[in-house]
C-alpha cells in the first residue's frame, strides 16, 4: 500500500515562495515516478510536474521555470519548490505516484494525466494573494 502525506502549504503573497513536502516510504521515492497535481473548486485537477525515478522531468507551461521537483530518497520524500508564486497558482496541491508514471501520450503532448497516477495523498492548500 503507497501511502503519500503531503505539507508546507501555506498562504503567501504574490512573488513569494513554498516548498510542498510529499512524505512516503523509501521504497516508493526511490522506484515510483512521482507528481504533483493541483485543483480549484469547480475546475479540474491539473498536473504540475512529475519526475520519473530515472530523473525525467514534465513540467506544465505554466510552473516552467519558476517550479521544481526534486526526491531524497535518505528523507522519504518528493518536494515541490515554487518561486514567483503568482494568484493563479491558487489551489489545493495533491502529491501522486505510480509504478510506471506518465504515459507516453502525456510526454509526447508535455501533459500530465490524472489517470496516469494510481495513488493519491490527500492534498495541501496553498494560496497565493495579489
Known amino acids: 500500500q503507497v501511502q503519500l502525506v503531503e505539507s508546507g502549504g501555506g498562504s503567501v503573497q504574490a512573488g513569494g515562495s513554498l516548498r510542498l513536502s510529499c512524505a512516503a516510504s523509501?521504497?516508493?521515492?526511490?522506484?515510483?515516478?512521482m507528481a504533483w497535481f493541483r485543483q480549484v473548486p469547480g475546475k479540474e485537477r491539473e498536473g504540475v510536474a512529475s519526475?520519473?525515478?530515472?530523473?525525467?522531468?514534465l513540467y506544465a507551461d505554466s510552473v516552467k521555470g519558476r517550479f521544481t521537483v526534486s526526491r531524497d530518497i535518505a528523507k522519504k520524500t518528493f518536494y515541490l519548490e515554487m518561486d514567483d508564486l503568482k494568484p493563479e497558482d491558487t489551489g489545493m496541491y495533491y502529491c501522486?505516484?505510480?509504478?510506471?508514471?506518465?504515459?507516453?501520450?502525456?510526454w509526447g503532448l508535455g501533459l500530465l494525466q490524472e489517470n496516469d497516477f494510481d495513488y493519491w495523498g490527500q492534498g495541501t492548500q496553498v494560496t497565493v494573494s495579489s
Open positions: 519526475s520519473t525515478n530515472g530523473g525525467s522531468t
Open positions: 501522486a505516484a505510480d509504478a510506471e508514471g506518465p504515459s507516453p501520450s502525456a
Open positions: 523509501a521504497h516508493t521515492v526511490e522506484n515510483y515516478a
